[in-house]
């Protein structure tokens, strides 16, 4: 056998080898302990992102909830404003009618408000129901009653007596009419 030195560098004594394997392992849990630590770290920033976001999604709903009852509460308001014109007018057409308390300037003050009043309808899309000399049509009118007529066909629209009104396609209200039926067998 042979007793060099370079011997001893190729076989390690247990003690070199044992203290090697300490240093492997405390160099091998020192870079675990690094890597889960790390790890820690981007679970805890995840963690803290997401309940950011969660706050953040709470916060939106709250606001849009809030936003929503606030436009159910004041849809009408555009409504409204546009009305006031008009109640301004028949308040004028009355006080007029009252000063002077000629019929005629009522009567005119009060055609003017009426006109008024369409073309605020008009303006959101409330469009009057065509009814007189028309044929009756249940989902656009509402019959009141029916006279008997030679001069039209049954079921003609005679009168109307209370103007219906659609916005696009929905009805509004119905027209109140008066339809024609077969007058009586003699």
């Known amino acids: ?10 076989n390690p004594a247990p003690e ?3 203290q090697a394997a ?3 392992a405390e160099a091998a849990s020192a870079g675990v302990a690094g890597q889960v630590a790390e790890l820690q770290a981007k679970v805890d920033d995840l963690q803290g992102r997401l309940m950011r976001s969660y706050a953040d999604l709470e916060n939106f709903r709250r606001r849009v909830q809030r936003d929503q009852d606030d436009a159910r509460r004041y849809e009408s308001l555009r409504l409204v404003r546009d009305l006031l014109p008009g109640l301004d007018g028949l308040n004028r057409a009355i006080s007029s009618g009252e000063q002077t308390g000629d019929r005629q300037v009522l009567l005119d003050g009060l055609r003017m408000v009426a006109q008024q009043f369409r073309d605020i309808l008009r303006v959101h899309a409330a469009e009057p129901i065509e009814a007189v000399g028309r044929p009756f049509d249940p989902n656009l009118h509402e019959a009141l009653t029916q006279i008997p007529s030679a001069d039209h066909e049954p079921m003609t629209v005679l009168q109307e ?6 916005m696009h396609d929905r009805v509004v209200r119905p027209a109140r009419v008066i339809v024609s039926c077969a007058p009586p067998q003699a």
Do not use: A, P, W
């Open 1 to 10: 056998m042979m007793s060099d030195g370079k011997e001893n560098e190729m």
């Open 22 to 24: 300490t240093v492997f």
């Open 16 to 18: 070199e080898l044992d």
């Open 161 to 166: 007596i209370e103007m219906g009104y659609r």
